[in-house]
């Protein structure tokens, strides 16, 4: 079934495609629909207005997450207008016959944690949320992306949206990596070279050893932040560690089902001789622990240099002096030994148990820096377990440290875990927008790494100088 | 959510020359709570725009009274970040019915047409021309054509074409959606189902 020169990502969009319209868009095939609090209500009352129902309730998975407290979720949620939209959550997906995954449930957790983890996301597959971060799943080679709220009620109501087909760049990072450089140093890496606007328009492929190589926690990561360089999406082509890493999940196929679909992934990476919109090259080996200095996760460096110039950064001069302003920083500042009030390590980015393996890999014998808060945050339940089996919530509770309740918690600070105005925050999250964190908050996005070598030391640190042989 | 057709837009316009306006400016995410699409325009720029105390912030464009008008012109990378639906919502129900700029993120510009925001992008060059209008005489009036696909500087005549598929166009010069036109092939979508394997 494979065109030779195809591409993974043609191969599952066209396999997708319903109708094609001349000079519009394509009408899409959706195969996983996820939905949350925050973006489904409004498209479950335009149902309502338009006296539609959900076309295939058994597609579409409900959990909640965005603005869900990280302590205490045995209690009422405090603030009404969030217990609002997750009785709302709740109301609906039981009026629909949706699955629904809600506060208390052992399942709960980040969206784009729980599909994967029970075997929901699966290669080939089309999937979308009303959440940008959608993107997190295309590590599986499937064609996942974010969608708004009337696209939501479009796929509750037809299973389809409707989109132009994207451009497809390739990126590929070959070689091998430094000691104590992870998947999250490689995505602000080529953001950082791309700029947070580099791959507007594309669905990228990721390809390459450092890839290959790659765990499939990993491949999320790298996948999660596809959306920060302006892409899409971003997808890696199913191998063995995908396969493996699926087998034996709830919602996974089994028995003959599996081999057939198994059989059907293995025909879908890139064939010799595709071509591709755009690609680059990248050396894992140039790569350095990142962290970000700005206010878009494109302004990001090596933890040993310097913060550029303006004449170097590209952009305007303007936006480059008001975005160094909000953060409180200059032109060729040293990063390392920047002070840290705050440390967040969570999210769909990093809140899965290798981040927290990672994590706990430093601040092992070691102890939270005097003035530094720290937010760990599991990205669900299943992950918070995993914590207390393996032994790190003992390593985080000795070195002064406390374990939340899963959510999305201060990546977008929807619940009370808001940095305050003015304070820095190094953060394992996806995005350092202005405010992102809480009003007038200073996001530095890095690694589980260098989240804990701040954590213990109160200032940026390079994790590789904290690292056991 | 049906929204008003779209033809020809005649209107000053709200100068904002800052890149990468991502979404957590245009609403931040503690305004997301609402259950229903009710005014978010209250809400719109909210951290550049108010003081923590609320008071209006004096030099941000939305607070100056001398700039109007139902198009908002923005710096290149306008709408990057969050899929939120509601950074849309808030511009539409502020009162702007186009948004200018040298380069769009891609979901925004699918939000935006898909309630009825017409994204316009035009050249660097264009954007530029734009700004120094505005600059020149806060009153200036651009004319915005959906039909002709172009927009005009009506001060000085400058003009530039503008890209739209053409079934987008059509929806929005008639006020219809995606929604309707899925609705009408859902027996082509049910036997679709049918062979997917997932
Ligand atoms: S953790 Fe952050 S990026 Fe991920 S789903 Fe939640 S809010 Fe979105």
Redesign the interface.
């Known amino acids: 079934m494979s065109k030779s020169g195809a591409t993974l990502f043609d191969k599952v969009w066209d396999s997708h495609v ?2 094609k ?5 394509d ?1 899409l ?1 959706i ?2 629909h996820f939905i949350h609090e ?2 489904s ?2 498209a479950f ?2 149902l309502e ?2 006296h ?1 129902s959900v ?2 309730p058994e ?1 579409t998975f409900a959990t909640a997450d ?2 869900t407290p990280t302590i205490n979720q045995h209690l009422p949620v405090q ?1 009404p ?2 217990a ?2 997750l009785k ?1 959550l709740e109301v609906n997906a039981a009026k629909y016959g949706i699955s629904h995954w809600g506060l208390g449930n052992p399942k709960n957790g980040i969206v784009h944690v729980v599909g994967p983890e029970n075997g929901i996301t ?1 290669p ?2 089309t999937i979308v949320c ?3 971060h ?1 993107s997190t799943h295309g590590a599986f080679g499937a064609i996942a992306f ?6 939501v ?2 796929v509750l ?8 087909k ?1 451009k497809k760049m390739r990126i590929n990072v070959d070689g091998k990596l430094g000691r104590g450089i992870t998947p999250k140093d490689v995505v602000l890496y080529i953001i950082s070279k791309l700029t ?2 580099g791959a ?2 594309y669905f990228v492929e990721f390809a390459g050893e450092v890839f290959e190589k790659m765990s499939m926690e990993g491949r999320m990561t790298v996948c999660n932040m596809s959306i920060e360089m ?1 892409a ?1 999406g971003g997808m890696i082509a199913p191998d063995e560690t995908t396969f493996s890493y699926i087998k034996g999940r709830e919602k996974a196929p089994k028995g003959a089902e599996w081999d057939k ?1 198994l059989a ?1 992934w293995k025909t879908l990476p890139t064939e010799q001789g595709a071509t591709f919109d755009k690609e680059y090259h990248f050396s894992g080996a140039d790569i350095e622990p990142m962290i970000t200095y700005g ?2 996760p494109g302004m990001g460096i090596g933890i040993t240099q310097h913060i550029p110039l303006a004449a170097g950064a590209g ?2 001069k ?2 480059y002096e ?1 975005s160094l302003g909000y953060m409180g920083f200059h032109e060729n500042d040293a990063m390392l030994g920047k002070k840290v009030d705050y440390v967040f390590v969570g999210s769909c980015t990093n809140g899965r148990i290798e981040d927290f393996r990672a994590f706990a890999s430093i601040v092992k014998d070691r102890h939270v820096a005097p003035g530094v808060t720290a937010w760990i945050v599991p990205g669900s339940h299943i992950v918070e377990q995993q914590i207390k089996d393996e032994g790190i919530l003992d390593i985080l509770v000795a070195a002064g440290f406390q374990l939340r309740q899963p959510g999305c918690s201060a990546c ?3 619940n009370d875990d808001k940095i305050p ?1 003015g304070k820095y925050a190094v953060s394992t999250s996806n ?1 350092n ?4 964190q809480g ?2 908050a200073r996001t530095l996005l890095a690694s589980p790494l260098v989240a804990a070598a701040a954590a213990v030391t109160g200032v940026v640190t390079d994790p590789r100088t904290l690292l056991a042989e | ?1 049906a929204y008003d057709k779209f033809s020809v837009l005649t209107s000053s316009a709200v100068p904002m ?4 306006v ?1 979404t ?2 245009i609403i ?3 305004f ?6 009710k005014g978010f325009g209250d809400n719109l720029f909210r ?1 550049w725009r108010f003081n ?1 105390d609320n008071t209006p912030k004096r030099d941000f464009v939305l607070n100056n009274p001398i700039y109007t008008g139902k198009i908002l012109v923005g ?3 306008f709408g ?7 950074a ?1 919502w808030a511009i539409y129900d502020y009162g702007f019915r186009c948004v200018v700029s040298s ?5 925004f510009k ?2 935006s047409l ?2 009825g925001i017409l994204p316009v992008q035009v050249s660097e060059a264009f954007l530029d021309k734009i700004f120094r209008a505005i600059e020149a005489d806060p009153a200036t009036q651009l004319e915005v054509n959906l039909p002709a696909q172009t927009i005009t500087i009506k001060t000085t005549g400058d003009h530039e074409s503008f890209e739209i ?4 166009k059509h929806n929005l010069t008639n006020g219809f ?3 309707d ?3 009408a ?2 027996s ?3 036997e ?2 049918g062979k ?3």
Not at chain 1, 433 to 436: A, V
Not at chain 2, 17 to 20: L, T
């Open positions: 319903v109708r319209i001349a000079d519009g868009p009408v095939f195969d996983r925050v973006t209500p409004v009352l335009g207005g338009r539609l076309l295939f597609k965005h603005n603030d207008l969030s609002n939209q709302a699966l080939g597959m009303g959440d940008s959608t974010g969608i708004g709220t009337s696209e009620e479009m109501s037809s299973q389809c949206i409707m989109q132009p994207p947070a606007a507007t328009g302006g899409r679909k059907y206010t878009n952009g305007s303007s936006s008001k977008l600070a929807m105005a995005r927008f202005e405010g992102r009003p007038g | 959510m020359p800052i890149e990468n991502d957590d400016q931040p995410a503690r997301l709570k609402a259950t229903e699409r951290d923590a710096g290149r990378n990057s970040g969050s899929s939120r639906e509601h849309a380069f769009f993120a891609d979901i699918n939000n898909n309630i598929n053409t079934y987008k959606d995606d929604i036109y899925l609705q092939m859902k082509e979508i049910k679709f189902a997917s394997i997932y």
